[in-house]
């Protein structure tokens, strides 16, 4: 089974609509890595959590880890093409921290339409 | 910095055959990651090190290898190409409790 799951795993909205997408976890959390790719390029980080209860926002995305770390979502207010694209949820799961062996979930694609 | 980068960014195997994916990194990160990534997948990590002379296998080592003589250079090895290793190879670095950085890729086909 998944470790890390994502949902939703594709969606489609309209330019300006917000949207949210979740990453869930069975496990406790040391830190959890938000990243961007793409198609056909690498990954782009976009926003890191470790702290229970942790927000962080960056231009018109906001990420949030829930107070259990077990759960985080991404926020994005007012969407646009630009945000495009597929956003994958990393978790350090094992290495207490370290972020040595992350654990990724599928990944949501978002289509935007302008 | 360059930061990650990765060569080839394209290449096309016949079945049995092996090479090199190179990766290299100019930031002085002592960790080093593999990962493939599979349509509607995500990414399995292949191998990781630690530091130069220090590997581990990840989730899904079986028909690769790895070294890691020096700090920079992390090149990932494929024996014996299989159809089932067609897949994105993708290269990362990191310092400790930070976020990896990630190069563009390696489009791998095995025909």
């Known amino acids: 089974s998944q470790e890390l799951e994502q949902s939703p795993q594709s969606l489609i909205v309209q330019e300006g609509k917000n949207l949210t997408i979740n990453c869930t976890s069975s496990k406790t959390l040391y830190g959890l890595y938000w990243y961007k790719q793409k198609y056909g390029e690498g990954l782009i980080f976009l926003m890191m959590l470790q702290k229970g209860g942790e927000e962080k926002s960056h231009e018109k995305i906001t990420a949030k880890l829930d107070e259990k770390k077990q759960q985080s979502s991404l926020h994005i207010t007012a969407s646009q093409p630009s945000h495009a694209g597929i956003y994958l949820c990393?978790?350090?799961?094992?290495?207490?921290?370290?972020?040595?062996?992350?654990?990724f979930g599928k990944g949501t694609l978002l289509t935007v339409n302008p | 910095n360059a930061g990650v980068t990765q060569t080839p960014k394209f290449r096309i195997l016949k079945i049995g055959q092996s090479m090199t994916l190179q990766c290299t990194q100019d930031m002085n990160h002592n960790y080093m990651y593999w990962y493939r990534q599979d349509p509607g997948m995500g990414l399995k990590l292949i191998y990781y090190?630690?530091?130069?002379?220090?590997?581990d296998k990840g989730e899904v080592p079986n028909g690769y290898n790895v070294s890691r003589s020096t700090t920079e250079d992390f090149p990932l090895r494929l024996e014996l190409a299989a159809p089932s290793q067609t897949s994105v190879y993708f290269c990362a670095s990191n310092r400790p409790a930070y976020e990896q950085y990630f190069g563009p890729g390696t489009r791998l086909t095995v025909t």
């Open positions: 990393g978790a350090d799961m094992d290495s207490g921290g370290s972020n040595y062996k992350l654990t």
């Open positions: 090190s630690v530091g130069a002379g220090i590997t």
